[in-house]
């Protein structure tokens, strides 16, 4: 943590600081929902003291896939009672103030001895994915202002921290259907919805509905190729920022879900699902997901998958050893020389490689693009590795 600026008078102290959260994906998913990483914030006195809470996985009354945030008095001095404002917020590339986390800039709080505020639906989960701008390089900052005076008058009365109700208000709009103004209907269910909402969210949704389509005048889209759980979980991501259940738990789900937000052109949620499955990679799924990454262009999960494929011999060889290796190689050969690829470059750099690149057939450098599947299961023999397939 690096602090950028204080002031003191003899009745108002003022502290800036700026924390940095390195290793910020490592850290992060060791803390639980309710669990919290901290930092320091100390009054330029040293008489008072605050503790910045920060909580990745939401407090415990958080909604879900919302981030939480806390500010607690730590000190035990006097006077019992200080008066303070505050304002917490994520920074973006180039220390850019972006969302809020607390802020109660037009309002005094007051803290006694060990109590605190609380801001328990801050930001969403989303916004710690590179594709917002908040994290970058594994580095998550967040910018603390504290101003606080142990004077007090009868216009500083505590007021509470507005609470996010907005995401809870739509996921009600969107189960009651209230004010529907169109249907999807999936699977055999009709699902009211709003077209306004539909079309802000999705750009697919949006031209459907505005132009001279039958969807626009019908007031219905018939949706026959995703499954009615997986086209409800999408509808309630629109509404809310959120999904319907931890799709962290289930690779074959967020497969469908990413490919439902693909086909939607819902690209914050298809980022979201890319970064849940490159964590999810197993010698089990890894085939699966490449295939997968492959057909609908996520280039970012096409190179964690080359990359866990060819990551060791051993992990090599057990993904051969499965079915759903033997059926790449039947009908997506081209995938099969994208790991051949990877896994001769990674080779090339190993001092225990037994023979050299220049006494094979098949050295290293060769356009792999333009081998036979056999000259393929050749080049994998003269190097040791698996030829089945």
């Not at 500083?156 to 996010?164: D, G, R, S």
């Not at 103004?181 to 459907?208: A, Q, T, W, Y």
């Not at 789900?253 to 490159?278: M, R, S």
Request: hydrophobic letters at 35%.
């Amino acid at each position: 943590m690096s602090v950028a600026s204080i002031k003191t008078s003899t009745d108002v102290q003022e502290a800036k600081v700026e924390w940095v959260i390195s290793n910020f994906s490592f850290v992060s998913a060791s803390c639980s929902k309710g669990r919290s990483l901290d930092t320091d914030i100390i009054l330029p006195d040293g008489n008072w003291k605050f503790t910045l809470s920060f909580f990745p996985h939401g407090m415990k009354d958080s909604l879900a896939n919302q981030c939480g945030c806390r500010i607690t008095r730590a000190d035990t001095k006097e006077p019992d009672s200080v008066f303070c404002k505050y304002k917490v917020s994520l920074m973006k590339i180039g220390h850019v103030s972006g969302a809020a986390l607390m802020d109660s800039e037009d309002s005094v709080r007051e803290f006694k001895k060990g109590t605190s505020w609380s801001q328990t639906d801050s930001v969403p989960k989303l916004f710690l994915t590179e594709a917002y701008g908040y994290k970058i390089d594994d580095k998550v900052t967040i910018s603390a202002w504290v101003q606080a005076s142990s004077g007090g008058s009868c216009d500083q009365v505590a007021i509470p921290c507005l609470k996010n109700t907005l995401a809870s208000s739509l996921e009600e709009l969107l189960l009651s259907g209230d004010l529907a103004d169109m249907s999807v209907e999936c699977g055999g269910e009709n699902i009211p919805c709003h077209s306004l909402l539909l079309m802000v969210r999705s750009p697919v949704f949006k031209r459907m509905l505005q132009a001279d389509m039958v969807e626009a005048r019908s007031r219905k889209v018939n949706v026959d190729d995703i499954e009615p759980a997986v086209m409800k979980a999408l509808l309630q991501f629109l509404y809310t920022d959120k999904l319907t259940q931890d799709a962290g738990t289930d690779d074959k789900y967020l497969c469908q879900v990413l490919q439902a937000a693909h086909k939607y052109e819902v690209k914050t949620l298809a980022d979201y699902c890319e970064a849940l499955l490159q964590r999810k990679l197993s010698k089990r799924n890894v085939i699966e997901c490449l295939t997968f990454a492959d057909l609908f262009d996520r280039e970012s999960l096409r190179q964690s998958c080359l990359e866990f494929i060819t990551s060791t011999p051993e992990i090599l060889q057990a993904v051969q050893a499965t079915t759903e290796f033997d059926h790449l190689c039947e009908t997506r050969p081209k995938l099969l020389k994208d790991i051949l690829a990877m896994s001769t470059g990674i080779r090339a750099t190993n001092k225990k490689r037994s023979s050299s690149s220049a006494s094979l057939e098949f050295p290293n450098g060769t356009d792999w693009s333009r081998l036979t599947v056999s000259n393929l299961k050749k080049a994998c023999k003269e190097r040791g590795l698996s030829e089945s397939g």
